[in-house]
DNA sequence: CATGATGACGCT
DNA sequence: AGCGTCAT
């Protein structure tokens, strides 16, 4: 068994080169694209919501450098921005409808999907692209003569760590004329299986942001649209590097930069550690940076967080970052929401009804839409329902199997589920008033 | 009153 | 199966 190990491929840490391709303020893009005459222009886009002018879920370059952000509602942004352009996602069945942006990304990603076949969209407007084979398929062809790169491709291109891309390249160049030139330091710093990786990395990031300029240059010129990347050996990273200079521009992370560059680095600005884990590993350690993280064994981590989360920081803290990218073209759930925040609660029946119905609404088209583009259908509903219940946010979710369904039938199954599983649905004594209000 | 609408995934 | 977290 040990013996064979040896002869199977291994994935090792810093084999591939890995590319997160985000657009930049898509829904923004989406809409200057339809309305040519908002080109230039601060441009919002909000979901219709009458009070203080709809809440802001992306906002253009223009209308950023006027202060204007997420969260927003319109009203603030008016008030920053005057001549600022609020486009309204469409509303259909009286609710926000974010097809149209659905759309738009499935568009971008066709383009995409001509560079690999490891796609792995994460959202309508971000996806990975494992795009080793294509970088090492040009590392022979360099080494024959066969392929140059072209340094005008890399004109708006970054390296972290360097104050320009030239000097990035200069440095490659150099190491080329003295191969050895950095071996004592190699060695010190990695394992001994990893140094002929280690020595290729930079020349191989670097095939990678041309690779990523022309992914880029394919979307702008059949879409319209533009984006941002990020180029590193992992997930993890090809994500932190493609935020750091946006928009419309491609940030590589060296490998030997990593470590430096984690030193200033808030823990949360790691995929995963944004949020409670992020806050409760920052306190526990007692560390604010990302590079701090190091100063820690693996047991250490491990007994402090589990045995997962300890090996997964570990790992992340020196820049490693074994998951794949796992091919994914189609979402795996179909779902739509809306929030009935303060009075609007819903807390009467017919009015329960009147919105399953246009939830089942959406949902049937997106899944007819679906299933004629696909060919495959829903084996699974899940009902999810908030309620108040004192005051307090009482969230619930069931779920029910789906063999035939259309319309009608996903209405009745999402009220019969909710009525099964409230306690006293209505209020009692009435034929219509629910006991709880659903949020 | 009040980001909201989506989606993936981990824990138990 | 149901709940919670994290992300855009």
Redesign the pocket.
């Known amino acids: 068994m040990a013996s064979a190990r040896i002869h199977v491929s291994m994935q090792s840490k810093y084999d591939r080169v890995v590319l997160l391709v985000?657009?930049d303020c898509?829904f923004c893009q989406v809409e200057e694209k339809q309305h040519p005459e908002y080109r230039n222009r601060p441009l919002a886009v909000?979901?219709y919501?009458?009070?203080?002018g709809?809440?802001?879920?992306?906002v253009n370059y223009a209308a950023r450098a006027k202060g204007v952000t997420?969260?927003?509602?319109g009203d603030e942004a008016k008030d920053l921005c005057p001549e600022i352009v609020l486009c309204q996602?469409p509303n259909i069945r009286e609710?926000?409808?974010?097809?149209k942006y659905?759309d738009a990304g499935k568009e971008v990603a066709n383009v995409l999907q001509r560079f690999t076949k490891l796609l792995?969209?994460?959202?309508?407007?971000?996806a990975y692209l494992d795009i080793t084979e294509t970088v090492n398929h040009r590392m022979q062809q360099m080494q024959s003569g066969a392929f140059a790169l072209q340094p005008q491709e890399l004109v708006n291109t970054f390296a972290v760590g360097y104050p320009n891309i030239g000097d990035f390249v200069n440095k490659i160049t150099n190491r080329f004329a003295n191969p050895y030139m950095d071996d004592e330091r190699f060695q010190m710093s990695y394992d001994q299986n990893d140094l002929p990786a280690v020595r290729q990395s930079d020349i191989r990031l670097l095939i990678g942001a041309s690779v990523a300029g022309e992914v880029r240059a394919a979307v702008k010129k059949e879409t319209g649209y533009e984006c941002s990347a990020g180029i590193a050996h992992n997930k993890i990273l090809a994500?932190l590097a493609a935020?750091m200079n946006k928009p419309n521009k491609q940030t590589i992370l060296p490998l030997a930069e990593t470590a430096s560059f984690f030193d200033s680095l808030p823990v949360?600005k790691?995929?995963?550690?944004?949020?409670?884990?992020?806050?409760?590993v920052c306190e526990t350690l007692g560390i604010k940076f990302m590079g701090q993280v190091v100063k820690f064994t693996e047991v250490e981590l491990q007994r402090k967080f589990?045995e997962?989360?300890g090996t997964w920081l570990f790992n992340i803290s020196r820049g490693i970052d074994m998951e794949a990218v796992?091919p994914?073209f189609?979402?795996?759930?179909?779902?739509?929401?809306?929030?009935?925040?303060?009075?609007?609660?819903i807390t009467g029946l017919k009015t329960l009804q009147h919105w399953l119905g246009e939830?089942s609404s959406?949902i049937n088209d997106?899944l007819e839409k679906d299933f004629i583009e696909n060919n495959r259908r829903a084996k699974?509903m899940?009902v999810?329902y908030v309620q108040d219940i004192d005051g307090e946010?009482?969230?619930?979710?069931?779920?029910?199997?789906l063999k035939d369904y259309d319309q009608e039938s996903i209405v009745r199954f999402s009220l019969d589920?909710i009525k099964a599983?409230t306690k006293t649905f209505l209020r009692p004594g009435s034929e219509s008033a629910l006991n709880n209000a659903i949020?």
């Not at 609710?95 to 097809?99: H, L, P, Q, V, Y």
């Not at 946010?393 to 199997?401: G, P």
């Open positions: 985000d657009m898509f909000v979901q919501n009458p009070w203080r709809g809440g802001i879920i992306a997420r969260h927003m509602r996602v609710k926000a409808d974010t097809s659905r792995e969209r994460a959202s309508v407007d971000e994500k935020g949360g790691i995929k995963g550690l944004g949020g409670k884990f992020g806050e409760v589990d997962k989360n796992t994914r189609y979402s795996k759930s179909i779902g739509c929401c809306k929030k009935f925040p303060g009075r609007n609660n939830l959406e997106r699974q899940v999810q946010e009482v969230a619930s979710s069931r779920s029910t199997a589920l599983n949020k």
